[in-house]
């Protein structure tokens, strides 16, 4: 599926629209280049699980985790992380197997370990059709 957003608050609206969808044990694996709106999709899609508190992403942290929406958040971001090993100190399979919803931003540096099963999201940018222009692509992977 692609979709084509205007604004942040149609990217954020995306972002809601499958939080309200999404069910236990998902995995989001979300690549864009910086700038792009990985972050208002997040916050989105967090919102649309119910959870209320500001969401950001977990630069130094690896993973934060958030529980009190319909199912828990565990958002990554990997964009910092010097090697693929560091996941597993953060716990990163029992995280993406689990009954919560993962978010893991710059998916695309951890390849290798993503789930066989998981949502990928694309955002891009396309400057030709306007600053805050996205498109967006969802795809479900199977593998």
Same mark, same amino acid.
């Given at each position: 599926m692609v979709l084509e957003t205007r604004s942040p608050e149609e990217t954020f609206r995306?972002?809601?629209?499958?939080?309200?969808?999404?069910? %236990?044990?998902? !995995? $989001?694996?979300? &690549?864009?280049?910086?700038g792009v709106g990985k972050t208002v999709f997040t916050q989105g899609l967090a919102k649309g699980l119910g959870i =209320?508190? +500001? !969401?950001?992403? +977990? &630069? /130094? &942290?690896? !993973?934060? !985790?958030? =529980?009190?929406?319909?199912? %828990? $958040?565990?958002? /990554?971001d990997v964009y910092r992380i010097g090697d693929v090993e560091e996941m597993d100190e953060v716990g990163f399979e029992d995280y993406v197997l689990g009954e919560g919803v993962s978010m893991i931003e710059w998916a695309d540096l951890i390849r290798e370990i993503l789930p066989g099963k998981r949502t990928e999201v694309i955002i891009e940018k396309d400057l030709e059709k306007g600053f805050d222009y996205r498109k967006i692509t969802i795809n479900e992977i199977r593998a």
């Open positions: 995306v972002g809601m629209r499958l939080g309200e969808e999404a069910y %236990p044990g998902q !995995v $989001f694996a979300l &690549t864009g280049d910086l =209320d508190e +500001p !969401v950001s992403s +977990p &630069t /130094f &942290t690896i !993973v934060q !985790v958030y =529980d009190e929406g319909r199912l %828990p $958040f565990y958002h /990554f």
